[in-house]
């Protein structure tokens, strides 16, 4: 009996045997220089541009309870 396919198997391209999967990436639209670009940063930058990124959502979530 075959296994049934899921979403994810076939999303990650596990059916196409050979196919890069960074060209796979790409060709979803996920920005792969970006990702690039933060794994070159070091974790403790990682996390404080997150932190920043994080900070300013919730300023902006609480700006707009405000109006």
Known sequence: MAAKKTQ?????????PGE??????????ID???LRDNLARSYAERIRR????????QKL???REVE
């Not at 994810?8 to 196409?16: A, E, N, P, V, Y």
């Open 8 to 16: 994810s198997d076939s999303q990650s391209g596990k059916d196409r």
């Open 20 to 29: 890069d999967p960074i060209q796979a990436a790409i060709d979803y639209g």
């Open 32 to 34: 792969i220089e970006l």
């Open 50 to 57: 997150h932190q920043i990124a994080l900070d300013t959502m």
């Open 61 to 63: 979530m609480k700006a």
